[in-house]
């Protein structure tokens, strides 16, 4: 059980294009969902953390007009990079959090590697 | 801030090889601390934990000890075979709600 999809795994797309990202908890309901950035050899950076129902809280730097958060489901958050650029390219992992747990109880996406050209 | 430090990897060893990948903390107050480990192709899973000083959190042959004095929670297993290459995660709780993690070592087991 707790399994967590992204989708895509892997996108590529043209500078100035939005993309978005899918994360869905496929057996549980997950009240709270983050997202997170990898570069290589660097670690996982927190972007996010969004409730079901309401607005996401954003991480110091991160620019919520750049990286819309929609978290309109208790399965479903979707992450929207909006007019991306070279440099949004990168790993984004979500995860998922069932109600009332912790949070080291973080269900993790596999992922999606995003290249913008 | 708080933060964590783990070893770079890779790390290569040969199958029924001792495996040790340090980890460090930064932190104020008394962080949960944790091993995740990501398999190819897969989301984090969590590997083990310990929630105060000296507490050893183990699974599946992986063992690691909170300890408060060194800040350290070093990730050890006697014996590794090769279904146990992937990367390893070091992390703490922070701030409630936020995981702060390592940059994370590849480890790689050949038979």
């Known amino acids: 059980g707790a399994v967590v999809s992204q989708h895509p795994s892997w996108v590529i797309c043209k500078s100035g294009t939005s993309v978005k990202i899918e994360c869905r908890s496929l057996?549980?309901?997950?009240?709270?969902m983050f997202w997170y950035r990898q570069f290589p050899k660097q670690s996982l950076m927190l972007m996010a953390t969004?409730?079901?129902?309401?607005?996401?809280?954003?991480e110091q730097g991160v620019e919520k007009d750049k990286f819309l958060i929609n978290h309109a489901s208790l399965t479903l958050s979707t992450l929207t990079v909006t007019s991306a650029h070279p440099e949004d390219s990168s790993f984004y992992i979500c995860?998922?959090?069932?109600?009332?747990?912790?949070?080291?109880?973080?269900?993790f996406g596999p992922g999606t590697r995003l290249l913008v050209l | 801030g708080d933060s964590v430090t783990q070893m770079e990897g890779p790390v290569t060893l040969s199958e029924e090889a001792f495996l040790t990948i340090n980890c460090t903390y930064t932190?104020?107050?008394?962080?949960?601390l944790f091993w995740y480990v990501q398999y190819p192709g897969e989301g984090l899973q969590l590997l083990l934990k310990?929630?105060?000083?000296?507490d050893k959190g183990s699974n599946k042959g992986f063992e690691a000890t909170y300890r408060k004095e060194t800040t350290s929670f070093h990730l050890e297993k006697g014996s590794v075979q090769v279904s146990d290459s992937a990367v390893y995660f070091c992390?703490?709780?922070?701030?409630?709600?936020?995981?702060?993690f390592g940059t994370g070592t590849r480890l790689q087991v050949f038979p």
């Open positions: 992390a703490l709780s922070g701030r409630p709600d936020k995981l702060i």
């Open positions: 969004s409730n079901e129902g309401s607005k996401a809280t954003y």
């Open positions: 057996d549980f309901q997950a009240t709270t």
């Open positions: 995860s998922a959090r069932p109600r009332s747990r912790g949070a080291e109880t973080q269900y």
């Open positions: 310990a929630t105060k000083a000296d």
């Open positions: 932190a104020t107050g008394y962080p949960s």
